[in-house]
């Protein structure tokens, strides 16, 4: 057998071991939210609340919703976590006659019967005046200013989820085994190419180092304080979003922690992305005299400017652990896995700045939509706000953006305390979206290379 065919049928081999790994031995968590709802006729509008509980007592997990026209049926409708096992229906803040019906748990388009699980003794109601069941609706009479009934959910939903899960999670590892092949043929296939590139910035990693660091040092030549202002403008960004978030609109702690601390562990990746990637864009632009070189490698441009913002980055990382030090929060052992979370980011970014810094010398526009971008990208992952506070039949968009697991994962370090591979899921993942981007930005960066110097 050759060379070629063994290295070929190692391939597949390889693959066929991922994908059996994936479908039958990586188990895949869901934490969707199931709907409730339910149709309203009232001669008084008012707000309705929905209270659930995991222990029975009501608390501060509450949603509100609007019954807006009296006397017009509408369906009020609400999102609840999976593990909730009791329900009060708040029927708005006034004495009023009010029929319901239509109850019903919903999941991915599937529903069940919600009406038998409704609690029709009167220890279980405030309020209600007159109660009283016909067929598929409740007919009630409120009686005072906190009316409300409840239902004993009594692992309904958990059945009805149970039984849609099972296809949702081998949907979810079908589109995980695909992503997974697609890279690795992407790179297969363009090994040589990469092999070469990983080659050119071995070699030249003096000329590299020397490079990033004349960038770092020139990018505030001419200003009074030069390359501080690398570190004071962010450090600036983090006391603004802190100053509004948290005294402004007094934001509540994260997880029982510190939002500052909160903020600071998700926006210090941020911001060696963000600065890097809209540095490697234009790096062939800025760089255009040595591109137009026949004997330079202008691979490693994308590498220096990459290189520059990762300095500004080590600084943050200390300056992180210092504001936990002033909180009280010791560093602990997991602060050494920030290196690898830094190399995902690099990779990444590395990888995204081969395509963008190719494709903006044809389309000059490139450059203002990947800042346009940015700015968007950066409010598509929890960095202000955690994840929970969006309904969980959403998060699944958060979770593919591969920065989600970077961002995630600088929390599991410096405050949940967990190691990556705990994380096995979604660091798989990680790497075969990231080793796609990868491969596919030193393909683009092959093709489009010899026409740089025409347009330049």
Same mark, same amino acid.
């Given at each position: 057998?050759?060379?070629?065919?063994?290295?070929?049928?190692?391939?597949?081999?390889?693959?066929?071991?991922?994908?059996?790994?994936?479908?039958?031995?990586?188990?895949?968590?869901?934490?969707?939210?199931?709907?409730?709802?339910?149709?309203?006729?009232?001669?008084?509008?008012?707000?309705?609340?929905?209270?659930?509980?995991?222990?029975?007592?009501?608390?501060?997990?509450?949603?509100?919703?609007?019954?807006?026209?009296?006397?017009?049926?509408?369906?009020?409708?609400?999102?609840?976590?999976?593990?909730?096992?009791?329900?009060?229906?708040?029927?708005?803040?006034?004495?009023?006659?009010?029929?319901?019906?239509?109850?019903?748990?919903?999941?991915?388009?599937?529903?069940?019967? /919600?009406?038998?699980?409704?609690?029709?003794?009167?220890?279980?109601?405030?309020?209600?005046?007159?109660?009283?069941?016909?067929?598929?609706?409740?007919?009630?009479?409120?009686?005072?200013?906190?009316?409300?009934?409840?239902?004993?959910?009594?692992?309904?939903?958990?059945?009805?989820?149970?039984?849609?899960?099972?296809?949702?999670?081998?949907?979810?590892?079908?589109?995980?085994?695909?992503?997974?092949?697609?890279?690795?043929?992407?790179?297969?296939?363009?090994?040589?190419?990469?092999?070469?590139?990983?080659?050119?910035?071995?070699?030249?990693?003096?000329?590299?180092?020397?490079?990033?660091?004349?960038?770092?040092?020139?990018?505030?030549?001419?200003?009074?304080?030069?390359?501080?202002? /690398?570190?004071?403008?962010?450090?600036?960004?983090?006391?603004?979003?802190?100053?509004?978030?948290?005294?402004?609109?007094?934001?509540?702690?994260?997880?029982?922690?510190?939002?500052?601390?909160?903020?600071?562990?998700?926006?210090?990746?941020?911001?060696?992305?963000?600065?890097?990637?809209?540095?490697?864009?234009?790096?062939?632009?800025?760089?255009?005299?040595?591109?137009?070189?026949?004997?330079?490698?202008?691979?490693?441009?994308?590498?220096?400017?990459?290189?520059?913002?990762?300095?500004?980055?080590?600084?943050?990382?200390?300056?992180?652990?210092?504001?936990?030090?002033?909180?009280?929060?010791?560093?602990?052992?997991?602060?050494?896995?920030?290196?690898?979370?830094?190399?995902?980011?690099?990779?990444?970014?590395?990888?995204?700045?081969?395509?963008?810094?190719?494709?903006?010398?044809?389309?000059?526009?490139?450059?203002?939509?990947?800042?346009?971008?940015?700015?968007?990208?950066?409010?598509?992952?929890?960095?202000?706000?955690?994840?929970?506070?969006?309904?969980?039949?959403?998060?699944?968009?958060?979770?593919?953006?591969?920065?989600?697991?970077?961002?995630?994962?600088?929390?599991?370090?410096?405050?949940?305390?967990?190691?990556?591979?705990?994380?096995?899921?979604?660091?798989?993942?990680?790497?075969?979206?990231?080793?796609?981007?990868?491969?596919?930005?030193?393909?683009?960066?092959?093709?489009?290379?010899?026409?740089?110097?025409?347009?330049?």
């Amino acid at each position: 057998m050759s060379s070629s065919n063994l290295k070929k049928v190692v391939l597949l081999i390889v693959i066929l071991m991922i994908n059996i790994s994936v479908l039958f031995f990586i188990k895949l968590d869901f934490k969707t939210d199931f709907k409730f709802s339910f149709d309203v006729i009232s001669d008084e509008s008012s707000q309705y609340q929905l209270f659930y509980t995991y222990d029975g007592n009501f608390g501060d997990h509450v949603i509100n919703t609007e019954y807006k026209n009296k006397n017009d049926t509408q369906t009020l409708s609400f999102s609840v976590p999976r593990m909730a096992t009791r329900l009060r229906i708040d029927t708005g803040s006034m004495p009023a006659k009010i029929e319901l019906s239509n109850f019903k748990l919903s999941y991915f388009g599937k529903s069940i019967d /919600a009406l038998p699980l409704v609690n029709q003794d009167k220890g279980s109601m405030n309020d209600i005046g007159s109660f009283n069941i016909n067929g598929y609706k409740i007919t009630i009479t409120s009686s005072g200013s906190d009316p409300f009934i409840t239902m004993d959910l009594n692992g309904a939903q958990n059945e009805l989820m149970s039984s849609i899960d099972k296809y949702i999670i081998l949907f979810a590892k079908v589109i995980l085994c695909i992503v997974i092949d697609l890279a690795a043929l992407i790179l297969f296939m363009s090994r040589r190419k990469i092999k070469e590139l990983v080659l050119d910035i071995y070699l030249n990693r003096k000329l590299i180092l020397n490079l990033s660091k004349n960038d770092f040092k020139t990018r505030f030549s001419g200003s009074y304080l030069g390359i501080t202002w /690398a570190f004071v403008q962010p450090i600036v960004v983090v006391v603004i979003y802190w100053f509004v978030f948290d005294l402004g609109f007094k934001s509540a702690p994260m997880n029982d922690f510190p939002f500052l601390l909160w903020l600071i562990a998700g926006i210090v990746p941020w911001f060696f992305f963000n600065e890097a990637l809209l540095n490697a864009t234009n790096s062939f632009l800025e760089y255009s005299y040595l591109v137009k070189k026949v004997v330079f490698k202008i691979n490693i441009l994308p590498v220096v400017k990459v290189l520059s913002a990762f300095y500004v980055h080590l600084f943050f990382i200390v300056f992180a652990n210092i504001i936990y030090l002033l909180f009280g929060y010791k560093p602990q052992i997991y602060m050494i896995q920030s290196l690898y979370y830094s190399i995902c980011v690099f990779v990444l970014v590395l990888g995204l700045s081969y395509i963008t810094s190719s494709i903006v010398i044809f389309f000059k526009d490139l450059g203002q939509i990947v800042g346009i971008l940015l700015q968007f990208g950066m409010w598509m992952l929890p960095i202000m706000y955690s994840e929970e506070m969006m309904p969980s039949s959403i998060r699944w968009i958060l979770k593919i953006n591969p920065m989600y697991y970077i961002v995630e994962g600088y929390r599991d370090t410096f405050i949940r305390h967990i190691w990556f591979w705990n994380r096995y899921n979604q660091t798989i993942y990680f790497w075969g979206v990231t080793l796609l981007i990868f491969t596919i930005g030193v393909v683009i960066l092959k093709k489009l290379k010899p026409h740089f110097s025409d347009v330049l």
